[in-house]
Nanobody, 120 residues
Framework: QVQLVESGGGLVQAGGSLRLSCTAS????????MGWYRQAPGKQRELVAT???????NYAGSVKGRFTISRDNAKNTVYMHMNSLKPEDTAVYYC??????????????WGQGTQVTVSS
């Protein structure tokens, strides 16, 4: 079973930046597509970005141009650089393996997530 550990969240002012990290256990990381999700209070979890095993990326419209997903297979880690943060980006952020169907399907268990809070 793949274990996922997210980190890098925090409190930031609107317009600021953060970099989230997600490290996965196991030897199959490089062949898995990965995704970042977020869940705001009182809302359903939503997909923010995905990256295929080959590095192809896709983004939700609300973050396109502001967030960048990347991966380092040597470190079993996927990142998300978040720029120009807005208060509406406030949420708990999670990563997971994904099946790149339409829409993508998360696979496996969720980690504990990392809290991102953007103040206005």
């Amino acid at each position: 079973q793949v274990q996922l550990v997210e980190s890098g969240g925090g409190l930031v002012q609107a317009g600021g930046s953060l970099r989230l990290s997600c490290t996965a256990s196991g030897s199959t990381f490089s062949i898995n597509a990965m995704g970042w999700y977020r869940q705001a209070p009182g809302k359903q979890r939503e997909l923010v970005a995905t990256i295929s095993s080959g590095g192809t990326t896709n983004y939700a419209g609300s973050v396109k141009g502001r967030f960048t997903i990347s991966r380092d297979n040597a470190k079993n880690t996927v990142y998300m650089h978040m720029n120009s943060l807005k208060p509406e980006d406030t949420a708990v952020y999670y990563c997971n393996r994904v099946l790149l169907t339409v829409p993508p399907i998360p696979l496996g268990y969720w980690g504990q997530g990392t809290q991102v809070t953007v103040s206005s």
